[in-house]
């Protein structure tokens, strides 16, 4: 993952001086949302995975080979 670094920071104040927002380029923002997608696909993988493991170790499961027989045979 690449580190995000802005070189000038632009903010957005109310009337009392608050920090209210930020502006961003676009080239800094696109990364920040393909690396919010990036965790999102991280956090999906590692909630799947207890599941997976104990479907694998119950047996449950279809080969690939298998998959694309019953695949072939469906679409006839």
């Known amino acids: 993952m690449k580190t995000l670094?802005?070189?000038?920071e632009q903010f957005l104040?109310?009337?009392?001086?608050?920090r209210t927002g930020v502006v961003l380029n676009l080239k800094t923002?696109?990364?920040l949302i393909e690396a919010e997608e990036e965790l999102a696909d991280i956090h999906a993988y590692?909630?799947?995975?207890?599941?997976?493991a104990?479907?694998?170790?119950?047996?449950?499961?279809?080969?690939?080979?298998?998959?694309?027989?019953?695949?072939?045979?469906?679409?006839?």
């Open 46 to 52: 590692d909630s799947a995975l207890p599941k997976v």
């Open 13 to 18: 104040t109310d009337a009392k001086g608050k």
């Open 54 to 76: 104990l479907e694998l170790k119950a047996g449950r499961y279809t080969t690939l080979e298998d998959y694309r027989a019953e695949r072939n045979h469906k679409s006839k």
């Open 5 to 8: 670094a802005a070189k000038e």
């Open 29 to 31: 923002y696109q990364r």
